[in-house]
């Protein structure tokens, strides 16, 4: 067994124990919850997870170049109601036009944040709790303190949750739900395949390192940052259709369940490793968690942000105590005079 | 008649107050082992510095292949097949070996092709006839598997030439062993290696020719047959009547104050053993990668001793912290001023009073400014700290009086025992006596001092006794009577022919 | 001392009397000590935090939690309250809560090592679940009156309690940053840790004191805040974090460590108290003063770095 774990890399490692976790939950809570194992509870819990995934995705992007974005909830709130808006006002655009539209203005918000941080040289976390505030004063500006209203929104968006691409079994993949997924998949591929991409890495596992090794860091920050936002958007399209109701308050507290699913999926909060699959099951296992506990009757739904807390904590707890053992096992060699 | 890979010719360089270089000229022949060997300050990291790009020499040229070149960067150098590894590899650890290999190269596509990526890696790393998984992180990698990633990654640029900086000084007996065999595959490459480093030993089994250079200027290029041991470590050390006087006998000291057997930290240095008098002056010797430092961060507490026994005024203890070790009137001065000794933004005087602030401090913890300030005000007579005032930052004043800044510091501790580490590194001649003087006194005064110094005719000015470490390991501990320059450096690169300890 | 009073405090100064003058141009009663008090008393619970986070920022770190400890500490107290416990016992009970998130905060930077970026934003998001446990969606009131009291009316003469704690909590954190040893160590460690730890200095045992510190007055904060407002809720004090941060980054201090000042910390929090008045006088929404607040933290250091950056320019020309 040992030599088993020893022989398998920590990311794997890693990635199975997530998926050990979500299996755990989900039989779990079939023990507690009516009907839990059933294609209605597997719709909530995807189209629901749907709308983060994106948003994680992204969020994954920033925190490998060892940076965050607190902002990517307010890009949300921003991009659906735009979106939402132009619509009412240009029924007739095209849907792919639409999410085209909807991932542009979050990218736009998302170079905002890159130009800072890249050249501004202002710290992401200063960076993104400044424009948490802006785009959200943006929007509340910009609407006015109106409401968009599923009434003005065209057909095929309001139908769209419903609406599934493929039927695996009893189980519907709804459109939204393909959306997310080809998201994370492209840049998951991305992410193991170009040479472009594999600078994110390089830059938050060792700065230094990727300055001497003529990577232009500020431009692959500035990068990460432009996607974080777009992927922002595609999130506020996929709620945007979701909801159809949107109001200034929109996409409040996103970006901490985004960083929670980032977090439990295995990326590293010191930047520099991460799959697209931790992300999608951290996604997963973080959204089910909490849609489970409003149906669960023994423990209050209000558990959820507690909860959340401390699984991001024990989440990190265990990586950097794990990482560290490692290290010690492994051994370093040091050096000095 | 085969053209050099790499031609210096001419070069010059100065720094402020110190030429670095004078008039340096080097040839360097494709497919050789050339070594370069000189004493710490003869301009060997300088050299290296012109030659990877990161400085421009004031006058000369270098040529690559025969062709004049400008070198702005690391990169440009890269680029005309020139690169350097040094003592701290520069790794990604969260990526792969093979991804870490090829990092920098710019002409793969824009496609990952990970199995071509593993096969590319895997044979560069056989062109260096060594074993190494390159389907791992390269965070598992030992230092000097590190360096290997580094070598491969030069090879995979095609270099020319590549310099090695003091590549084994952290490395152990088997490890440097790799390095020697992965050098001789270089050369099978015809890849140029220009081989720096201080162990006499190594240089004989693989240079081809020897450089030796002293005081920034080239004094020596002969091919390896013609070398000896004693010739060489004379041309290193060579030079005029000394402008510091030459300790001849040893200070009368009294009572031992600091004793220490079989000290040692695991996988560092180990079997440091000497006894230390009230008003002697120890001189820790020895080149770099000799792990002097470690003692010192060992006797304060930083890194603490694994092994061995510390007795202080005849009782044993046991140092794990630097307060421990402050409360035992061991005082540590760093030798890395601007990361370890001082914060270069505080003012002087709250640099000073630093470790001793407890002193300073009357009811509610408020701290005595007047006398804080005062007790600086006396530091800067005592020691002729060149500043308008204390209030000033410490980053602002020159290199040699941010040294007196730092001793002062751990004198206001009122130390029995104090640990000084390079005291005079990077500080013009002027300020050096000074340091010196300052020294002299204390030890008059009946503090214990150890001198850590790769200076060595500071080592011989300063000491009663010279300790010569060499790799991790005590070499000799000679009186001052009997320590030569020749006999200290023999002891220190570990030729040991004909040299008795 | 003197030196440091140019520059950044002075600017300072000047922004603040120029937004007075402004907002004086509006409304000429804005100029009476009695509506500057009523400005500190709506924000009361705020600038106290930002006293003790200058302490924290200083040392280089951060705590994104207490905008949550507050929260949580003012749920707690109304429970407690409508529990039928006195006073006084609640009280002590809140900044116990506050001690216990304190050390857990302490712990997982100071000793397990996690940066205290992750740490204490976790904590945001899990303390302030603890105050929805609690208080689910609804709103908790029914104090006391002696409570509502102590919190909105004048203790002496017409300062109440929480503007003569924050008073008395200015003098005490400037004097102990500025003047004692405790704050000689917090600078230096913000400066350079390493240097500090190679002087001796117990870095981990001062980290862990400001955390707990931290969340204690966090804590005492949102007692008062519970006891001014009169009702608590599940998001009472969200979103705190971002004006306690503005005011210590625009009052000079910097997010690297090392350097900042109490005094400057004080005009930042004038400047931007009278700012959100002046805003508001002009029927500038909540959120959009949000808005603008958001982009004076970001200047507060891209703006240095701007001109650091065209000093050095300079220099090497």
Redesign the interface.
């Known amino acids: 067994m040992r030599r088993l774990l020893g022989a398998a ?2 990311q794997s490692l890693r990635l199975m124990a997530l998926f050990l976790a979500l299996l755990g939950t989900i039989l779990f809570f079939s023990t507690q919850i009516d009907g839990y194992l059933s294609a209605r509870m597997f719709n909530r819990i995807s189209t629901s997870a749907a709308v983060i995934l994106p948003v994680a995705v992204g969020q994954a992007i920033v925190i490998m170049t060892r940076n ?1 974005d607190l902002s990517v909830g307010s890009i949300l709130g921003v991009v659906a109601y735009v979106t939402g808006q132009t619509l009412a006002a240009l029924p007739e655009l095209h849907p792919v036009l639409v999410v085209a539209l909807a991932m542009g203005i979050g990218a736009v918000a998302g170079a905002i944040n890159g130009v ?1 941080v890249a050249w ?4 992401s ?3 993104t ?13 910009y609407s006015d303190a109106t409401t968009i209203t599923t009434a003005s929104l065209p057909a095929w968006l309001v139908d769209l949750p419903q609406k599934s691409l493929v039927s695996v079994g009893p189980l519907d993949i709804r459109v939204t739900v393909v959306l997310a997924l080809a998201a994370c998949l492209v840049v998951g591929v991305g992410l ?5 991409a ?1 600078r994110f ?2 830059v ?3 700065p ?3 300055r ?4 232009n860091a500020p431009a692959v920050v500035f990068l990460a940052f432009v996607l974080s936002g777009a992927l922002a958007g595609l999130s506020g399209f996929i709620f945007l259709a979701k909801f159809g109701n949107i109001t ?1 308050v929109a996409g409040l507290g996103f970006e ?1 369940k985004s ?2 699913a980032v ?1 439990v999926g295995g990326v ?3 930047g ?2 991460g799959t697209m699959l931790g992300v999608l099951m951290g996604t997963v296992l973080v959204d089910t968690i909490d849609n489970s506990l409003t149906r669960w009757e023994l423990v ?1 739904e ?9 699984l ?2 024990a989440a ?2 265990l990586d ?2 794990a990482a560290r053992s ?2 010690r096992l ?8 | 008649m085969t053209q050099p890979v790499l031609e210096l010719q001419g070069l010059s360089k100065s720094f402020a107050a110190t030429q670095a270089l004078k008039d340096m000229s080097l040839s360097v022949m494709p497919g050789e082992i050339h070594a370069i060997v000189g004493e710490n300050g003869a301009g060997k990291s300088t050299l290296i510095k012109i030659m990877t790009g990161v400085h421009r020499p004031d006058r000369g040229e270098v040529r690559v292949e025969g062709r004049a070149v400008q070198l702005r960067s690391t990169q440009e150098a890269q680029a005309v097949g020139v690169a350097a590894i040094y003592q701290e590899p520069m790794v990604f650890p969260d990526l792969d070996v093979a991804e870490n290999i090829f990092i920098s190269n710019r002409g793969l596509g824009a496609v990952m092709r990970w199995g071509a990526l593993y096969h590319a890696a895997e044979a560069l790393v056989a062109k260096l006839g060594v074993t190494l998984d390159v389907r791992r992180a390269a965070s598992g990698l030992t230092l000097a598997e590190q360096q290997t990633v580094e070598i491969a990654r030069a090879l995979s640029l095609q270099v020319k030439v590549l310099i090695m900086d003091e590549p084994t000084a952290s490395l152990s007996a088997h490890e440097v062993e790799r390095l020697l065999s992965i050098a001789r595959a270089l050369k099978a490459q015809g890849v140029a290696v220009v081989y720096i480093s201080h162990r006499l030993d190594e240089i004989f089994r693989i240079a081809d020719r020897i450089t030796v250079i002293r005081d920034g200027q080239h004094i020596s290029t002969r091919p390896v047959a013609e070398v000896t041991e004693d010739g060489m470590v004379r041309e290193m050390v060579g030079r005029a009547i000394e402008s510091f006087a030459v300790k001849s006998a040893p200070n009368p000291v009294g009572e031992v104050a600091l004793s220490v057997r079989g000290l040692g930290r695991a996988g560092v240095f180990r079997d440091v053993s000497f006894d230390l008098a009230k008003g002697e002056v120890l001189c820790l010797a020895g080149l770099v990668g000799a792990r002097r430092t470690d003692v010192g961060l060992a006797l304060f507490g930083i890194a603490p001793a694994t092994e061995g026994s510390i007795r202080l005024h005849g009782r044993e203890t046991r140092i794990g912290s630097p307060g421990q070790a402050m409360a035992l009137r061991i005082a540590y001065v760093s030798e890395d001023r601007r990361k370890l000794g001082l914060a270069m933004t505080l003012p002087i005087f709250a640099n000073i009073s630093l470790p001793s602030l407890r002193r300073f401090l009357r009811v509610f913890g408020l701290i005595d400014r007047k006398a804080e300030t005062a007790m600086a005000e006396g530091y800067r007579a005592q020691l002729d700290i060149r500043a308008p005032d204390t209030g000033g930052e410490v980053g602002k004043l020159s290199g040699g009086n941010q040294q007196k800044v730092m001793l002062a510091k751990w004198l206001e501790t009122r130390p029995e025992v104090l640990i000084f580490d390079e005291p005079t590194r990077g500080i013009d001649v002027g300020a050096k006596a000074e340091v010196h003087a300052i020294i002299r006194r204390l030890a008059a005064s009946g503090v214990a001092i150890i001198v850590i110094s790769s200076d060595l005719p500071e080592v011989l000015a300063l000491a009663d006794r010279v300790l010569v470490m060499r790799e991790g390991r005590q070499a000799g501990l000679l009186g001052i009577a009997e320590a030569t320059q020749e006999r200290v450096i023999g002891l220190a690169a570990g030729s040991g022919a004909g040299v008795a300890a | 001392m003197i030196r440091r009073l140019q520059s950044w405090e002075g600017g300072l100064l000047v922004i603040f009397l120029a937004t007075l003058a402004l907002n004086a141009s509006f409304a000429p009663e804005f100029l009476t000590v009695q509506n500057q008090i009523n400005l500190f008393q709506l924000s009361i619970e705020k600038i106290i935090v930002a006293l003790v986070m200058t302490l924290i920022i200083v040392n280089a770190e951060i705590d994104l939690s207490v905008a949550s400890v507050m929260g949580l500490s003012a749920v707690v107290f109304a429970y407690l309250l409508n529990l039928g416990w006195g006073g006084g016992s609640a009280a002590l009970v809140c900044l116990g809560v506050g001690l216990l998130a304190g050390l857990i905060n302490a712990t997982l930077v100071a000793r397990v090592g996690i940066p205290s970026l992750v740490v204490t934003l976790a904590m945001m998001i899990g303390y302030r679940g603890f105050a929805r446990v609690l208080v689910k969606d609804q709103s908790l009131g029914n104090f006391p009156t002696w409570v509502t009291d102590l919190g909105q009316k004048g203790l002496i003469g017409p300062l109440p309690l929480s503007l003569l704690l924050f008073f008395a909590l200015l003098v005490l954190l400037g004097v102990l940053l500025h003047r004692t040893g405790f704050g000689r160590q917090v600078v230096v460690i913000g400066t350079n840790a390493e240097v500090a730890r190679f002087s001796g200095i117990g870095v981990r045992r001062v980290k862990a004191i400001l955390f707990v510190l931290s969340a204690v007055i966090a804590a005492l904060a949102g007692l008062l805040y519970a006891a001014r407002l009169g009702s608590v809720r599940g998001d009472s004090a969200l979103g705190f974090e971002l004006d306690i941060i503005t005011m210590v980054l625009l009052g000079g201090v910097s997010i690297f460590g090392g350097k900042g000042s109490m005094l400057g910390v004080f005009l930042s929090i004038l400047i931007i108290l009278n700012l959100r008045n002046g805003m508001a006088l002009m029927n500038i929404t909540g959120h959009v003063q949000t808005g603008v607040i958001g982009l004076l933290l970001i200047g507060s250091v891209l703006v240095p770095n701007i001109v650091n950056d065209l000093r050095g320019r300079r220099a090497r020309v």
């Open positions: 890399s920590p965050i800072l501004g040289r202002v710290p976390i200063i960076v709790l400044g424009t948490l505030a802006l785009f959200r004063s943006f929007l509340v500006e193991s395949r170009l040479r472009a594999r890495l390089a938050g596992s060792n230094d390192a990727a001497m090794a003529g990577i200034v901490l960083i929670a977090v590293s909060i010191m520099g490793s209050s209000f558990w959820r942000d507690a909860l959340l807390g401390m991001i904590m990190v707890t950097t105590l490692l290290a492994r051994g370093k060699a040091g050096g000095s005079t």
